[in-house]
């Protein structure tokens, strides 16, 4: 996601540098994938590159896949294969995407294992023998759990997060870890989303010389690319919705509190959560099922929902959910559109009226007031959550100072570009029980949920609010950090209420996204009308690698 600074801009979007070879070396077991160059080339990266599909799966949905294993077509250990030799073909050779940072080493074994239930006469769901990539602040047994970090390196979990363990319960494949902005582009405010020390530089498939966003960069270059069927992520203020968006995907972040975050390397527990990256809303809600069914771990906010997780959210998909909705369009994000950005949105009110949607022009109270507090609450919360991570993980390093102190003693490999600002104003801060936390945590979520999302949807007796998502990708620029152009998901962000991105176009070749955001616990219903946006629309189209869209 974005990253909030004094001046706030969403929390996670960031990140360049080469590999320590030596010390992945010596974590244990298989070395993470070294990084590629910042820089790419036309002889590293054709234009237009069109990679070899043999297995037809690229674009594939989970339905199909999941009938050609039944129709006896496709093994689990087959698609895995194909997946390992796309990652080879598009991440490692040809564009060199950069964007998963490690393989699992028993991935293929994992597949034929599934595949020995399928022929035993045992399947375990619509995920039985389909290959995941997950965000690499992920617990994943036996992957290391880095946040993209040197430090972290050798930090491998002893189990996984609950929502891996979902995962596997439900027969998918755990394919690898996803590179992603160095600890979630909350490290510094001049931050290059998509750049890890540990992992270098993710590239944006649709432009390589375009920012993938963040911070689940890796997460959102490798589903466009099909890399795997569909993919995790995780948010705490845009890290889904902007890499959804400027790489051409549905991203959901759902409600705080449906998906637990035990085992995740947090930044804030308010508003934190994990979620769906996918090519299309079915997929989403199809991943969002099992996510959400996780164990809540320990998860206060997750223990306090267990009706609203235990819901089908692939069954209450309707194609006429728009027939009698109100939708709110928000004219004051901030965003200046791109004239091709602007006439892709215009065409979407226009399905979306056609479609039988009432939407009416609001303005958000208090637009903005929230950041600060926002700020705020994000460096006490980093702290304290954090440090409960790293003492109860095991890790190397135990507390944010020695973080701190292991980036200085590393700035040639950690700190090339920009610096851990961040980092450095949270150690200063006290523990959750001061009264400069307790004040901004109440003023942030009442500016944003109760007097701004809550307020103005009754208001106006609306169903859903719209929007741009952000702007298309901007250039890479390791000098001057990301361009970042705007967003409109900050309310729900700060509220911790469900969010969506659904691609609505266009502009000079860059995926564009329309936002759709709810009340808390709207998950199914604001699914349900982004998937009748989706088939009515069908404005997603496939990357081709370009190298740049410069003359």
Not at 185 to 203: A, C, E, Q, Y
Not at 498 to 506: F, I
Request: charged share 20%; net charge neutral.
């Amino acid at each position: 996601m974005p990253v909030l600074s004094p001046a706030p801009r969403p929390i996670a979007l960031v990140c360049l540098a080469a590999f320590a070879a030596a010390l992945a070396g010596c974590a244990g077991g298989p070395a993470p994938r070294p990084p590629q160059p910042i820089a790419a080339s036309a002889a590293q990266a054709p234009r237009d590159f069109v990679p070899g599909d043999p297995l037809r799966i690229a674009e594939a949905d989970l339905a199909s896949l999941a009938a050609r294993m039944a129709g006896g077509e496709l093994s689990s250990a087959r698609l895995t294969q194909a997946y390992l030799d796309r990652i080879a073909a598009l991440d490692d050779a040809g564009p060199q995407l950069n964007a998963v940072i490690e393989l699992n080493p028993n991935a293929l074994n994992e597949a034929r294992a599934l595949d020995e239930e399928r022929k035993a006469g045992r399947t375990r769901g619509p995920l039985h023998g389909i290959p995941v990539l997950i965000k690499d602040n992920i617990d994943a047994v036996p992957m290391v759990n880095s946040a993209g970090s040197l430090a972290l390196a050798a930090h491998r979990p002893r189990q996984d997060a609950p929502l891996v363990a979902a995962l596997r319960q439900a027969g998918a494949v755990i394919l690898g870890k996803t590179n992603l902005s160095e600890w979630a582009n909350f490290r510094s405010d001049r931050s290059i989303s998509g750049w890890s020390g540990r992992g270098g530089l993710t590239r944006n498939p649709y432009a390589l010389d375009r920012s993938a966003c963040g911070s689940s960069s890796g997460t959102g270059a490798a589903i466009a690319a099909s890399l795997a069927a569909v993919g995790v992520g995780t948010e705490t203020d845009g890290s889904i919705l902007c890499p959804a968006a400027m790489n051409g995907l549905v991203g959901f972040k759902p409600s705080v509190g449906l998906v637990s975050r035990a085992g995740i390397i947090p930044i804030s527990h308010s508003q934190d959560t994990a979620g769906p990256m996918a090519r299309s809303v079915a997929d989403a809600a199809q991943l969002l099922n099992v996510l959400a069914a996780a164990d809540a771990g320990g998860d206060s906010a997750a223990q306090a929902a267990p009706a609203r997780r235990d819901q089908d959210f692939l069954a209450a998909l309707d194609a006429d959910a728009l027939h009698g909705a109100r939708l709110g369009l928000l004219r004051d994000t901030g965003i200046k559109l791109h004239p091709e950005q602007d006439a892709a949105l215009q065409r979407s009110l226009k399905a979306l009226r056609d479609a039988g949607a009432t939407v009416v022009e609001v303005r958000m109270p208090n637009a903005g007031k929230w950041g600060a507090a926002e700020f705020e609450v994000m460096l006490y919360e980093f702290k304290d959550g954090l440090q409960r991570y790293l003492q109860g993980s095991d890790a190397p390093v135990k507390t944010l100072d020695e973080l701190i102190a292991f980036n200085r003693a590393n700035a040639a490999r950690e700190m090339p570009f920009f610096g851990q600002e961040l980092f450095e104003q949270a150690a200063k801060k006290g523990p959750l029980t001061d009264a400069a936390y307790r004040k901004a945590a109440a003023q942030a979520r009442a500016l944003a949920g109760a007097q701004g999302i809550d307020a103005l949807m009754k208001k106006h007796r609306l169903d859903a609010l719209i929007a741009p998502a952000t702007t298309p990708a901007f250039m890479v620029d390791p000098v001057n950090g990301d361009a970042f152009g705007g967003a409109s998901w900050g309310a729900a962000a700060v509220a911790g209420y469900p969010s969506l991105t659904v691609p609505m176009g266009e502009a000079q070749g860059l995926p564009v996204g329309l936002a759709f955001m709810g009340r808390r616990w709207d998950d199914a219903r604001l699914l349900s009308l982004g998937y009748a946006f989706e088939q009515i629309t069908q404005a997603r189209t496939a990357p081709k690698y370009r190298v740049t869209l410069s003359p």
